[in-house]
């Protein structure tokens, strides 16, 4: 089991740039969501899915979109880069019961310039 | 709205040393509680959580926490620190309202272990 991968590690934009962060999971979870960590701020969700063609925004979602039409993956995409949204971002997967706790991917750590 | 309070956001210990570090919640009926631990340049990693089973709870490395009601606490603590247990730990709570387990972090206590 590769668990939570998350695609790509690094990723250097320009300010209005667009890009997408490809997360995969193997472990048949239901549940998937898009956090970004900032320091002394914690962990932030962003959007978060509850299955197969559905999302809904978490805490942050302002600058980001998602979709996620197949169970395995969730993608995170930012259609217009800005300096602020430079962060590490995490993806997790959890099973369908409330209450459960989350797996994590590695991260991605994204500059905007 | 729910919150979670780590005091401390930066903890220095030296190795053998007990580890303390501190976590509150705010909640009127008590919530599901959990310890990630983050390693350098990795993604978070559970340590423990309490789901109303038992007050104390053993986790991975020897780590173990005690929920307090009386406290609204979810303390982490270690009897004797290792080199290797220098990470950033993160104390997160899932109110009893929630959906989808959306879990709510605290913002994190980087420890130190000193030599």
């Known amino acids: 089991n590769a668990g939570v991968t998350q695609t790509p590690k690094f990723r250097v934009l320009k300010t209005g740039q667009s890009m997408t962060l490809l997360c995969a999971q193997d472990m048949n979870h239901e549940y998937m969501y898009w956090y970004r960590q900032d320091p002394g701020m914690g962990l932030r969700l962003i959007h978060y899915?509850?299955?197969?063609?559905?999302?809904a925004k978490g805490e942050v979602p302002d600058g980001y979109n998602v979709s996620r039409l197949k169970k395995q993956n969730f993608l995170l995409g930012l259609e217009s880069a800005a300096p602020s949204q430079t962060s590490v971002y995490f993806c997790?997967?959890?099973?369908?019961?409330?209450?459960?706790?989350?797996?994590f991917g590695p991260g991605t750590r994204l500059t905007v310039l | 709205a729910q919150s979670v309070t780590q005091l401390g956001s930066h903890v220095s210990v030296s190795e053998g040393a007990l580890v303390l570090l501190r976590c509150n919640y705010s909640s009127s009926v008590p919530p599901y509680l959990f310890w990630y631990v983050q390693y350098p340049n990795q993604g978070l990693q559970l340590l423990l959580k309490?789901?109303?089973?038992?007050?104390l709870v053993k986790g991975i490395n020897g780590f173990e926490a005690e929920f307090k009601k009386s406290e609204t606490s979810f303390h982490l603590t270690k009897p004797s620190a290792h080199m290797s247990d220098a990470a950033e730990y993160f104390c997160a709570v899932i109110p009893f309202e929630s959906s989808a387990s959306k879990i709510i972090f605290g913002s994190g206590t980087r420890l130190s272990i000193r030599p």
């Open positions: 899915s509850v299955g197969e063609g559905t999302t």
């Open positions: 997790a997967s959890s099973f369908k019961r409330d209450y459960n706790e989350q797996f």
């Open positions: 309490y789901t109303s089973a038992a007050t």
